[in-house]
């Protein structure tokens, strides 16, 4: 069916079977089917959005601006300036003329008038197109007001969200290696990818101390100026969501020989894992391990009780997972498989050829798993596989009570914490009160089957 209509998706679709897997990927969005991925301004604002003590200035039209306001529900310890959103509102005078005086003005009065510990200045499209320089208006910004002022090259036609990515990335590592790292601990540690949803990172942050593991910089959720500044003194890099920061632990790696992991926090499986996994890199210390495992051992004896109740009513029931970053979806698979469920779709916006390799490894025959899907497609698969739950973010939530389908929002606008130990819990406890709901008796996709 969806082939049909947009041939050129044919690609970035597969169904586990006989077939030998082949998945395209990291492609720019078709244009016309309404991609569920975002551009390279909306990738680049979502990873630097959480830093919550510097300015984020939009240079471009207001539609970006109000487009990306407060994008994530990242919380913050202390300052909340990021939770407001500042543009330059280009208009059509400064493309003819240029937006780079309006630029000026705009960074000296909210850097005076709030006082932040740097600045980020992201490009938009128009900029692009129009030239301004925002290299030499930060250069001259940052000399007068005596901090960072880093511009950000996130023209939006430059690619997809994932490069984005890798702009956020670049003008982080401006940042880093200009702090002083004097007094951090050998067994340290930066926590990169996280977002501070609900507030996890400080769930994953009390985790890691109380292994006697110090976390020198949070890359970006509850993040802070001087820590990124200083985060090249840790001894470890810890990623979290590997399409959002990689790039940066990658960049790291190579100009300080800082090593990294790639981890999750979601589900139990994982979750210990990552716990294991940093405990390892600090063998010169073996109480680090024993405290990791005795810290697994406590939390496991009083999450496995609570996870078997909810297990026997959700065994055999089917979910679908559509979600930002590839490497979440894997940790999602295994929760499901713990409660018993059967997942029967899985896909991302910005998932890697690896990634969706490690995917067909872990899923069982007849899944379908898709690359930058689009509603059409979404719709057409949740209803051919009959799912009882759909995993994605804000944008798939109406396709599935449009469908009559459980939804359980996974992505960064959610209030509820869902990682470490703790967010399994939460995270069971959602998925069980949304399938079991009544509710669903009365919706067409349940009322049709009805003789």
């Not at 990335?169 to 067994?187: N, Q, R, W, Y």
């Not at 390892?280 to 697994?296: H, M, N, T, Y």
Request: with cysteine.
């Amino acid at each position: 069916m969806n082939s049909a209509i947009f041939e050129e998706r044919a690609n970035q679709i597969h169904r586990k079977g006989k077939t030998p897997f082949q998945l395209v990927c990291n492609k720019d969005s078709l244009a016309g089917a309404v991609s569920q991925r975002a551009c390279v301004f909306c990738g680049s604002r979502v990873v630097l959005y959480p830093i919550a003590d510097a300015v984020h200035l939009v240079h471009g039209p207001i539609g970006c601006a109000a487009y990306t306001w407060d994008i994530r529900g990242a919380l913050s310890s202390g300052p909340e300036l990021h939770r407001l959103s500042f543009s330059t509102d280009l208009q059509e005078r400064d493309v003819i003329f240029g937006g780079e005086p309006k630029l000026y003005k705009a960074l000296v009065e909210l850097i005076d008038r709030h006082h932040p510990n740097g600045a980020f200045v992201y490009s938009t499209c128009i900029v692009g197109i129009i030239g301004d320089d925002l290299d030499s208006i930060c250069k001259r910004v940052s000399q007068e007001k005596g901090i960072p002022v880093i511009p950000v090259k996130s023209e939006g036609f430059k690619g997809n969200k994932r490069a984005g990515y890798n702009a956020a990335c670049k003008a982080m590592f401006e940042l880093v290696g200009t702090g002083d790292t004097t007094g951090i601990s050998p067994h340290s540690i930066n926590i990169l990818g996280d977002f501070n949803l609900a507030g996890e990172i400080w769930i994953i942050r009390e985790y890691f101390e109380k292994m006697g593991v110090e976390v020198v910089a949070n890359i970006t959720g509850d993040g802070r100026i001087k820590d990124i500044a200083r985060c090249h003194g840790a001894a470890l890099n810890v990623v979290q969501c590997s399409g959002a920061t990689l790039d940066l632990a990658k960049m790291m790696k190579e100009e300080y020989g800082t090593p990294f992991l790639r981890v999750s926090y979601f589900g139990v499986e994982d979750m210990a894992k990552a716990l294991y996994d940093v405990a390892k890199v600090f063998q010169d210390d073996p109480k680090i391990l024993d405290r990791a495992k005795q810290l697994v051992r406590d939390e496991l004896s009083e999450l496995y009780p609570k996870l078997q109740q909810y297990r026997q009513d959700l065994q055999g029931k089917k979910a679908a997972i559509y979600v930002g970053g590839a490497f979440k979806a894997f940790s999602l698979v295994k929760a499901f498989r713990l409660l018993g469920m059967d997942v029967v779709m899985v896909g991302s916006q910005t998932g890697t050829s690896e990634d969706y390799k490690e995917l067909h490894e872990i899923t069982d025959p007849g899944t379908i798993i898709v690359d930058d899907s689009n509603p059409l497609e979404l719709s057409a698969f949740l209803k051919e596989k009959d799912v009882d739950i759909f995993v994605g973010g804000v944008k798939e939530r109406p396709i599935a009570y449009k469908l009559g389908l459980g939804f359980c929002d996974h992505n960064h606008e959610r209030k509820e914490a869902l990682e470490g130990f703790v967010g399994m819990f939460n995270f069971a406890k959602e998925v069980h009160s949304t399938v079991m709901s009544p509710v669903w008796r009365f919706v067409p996709r349940k009322t049709q089957k009805t003789p």
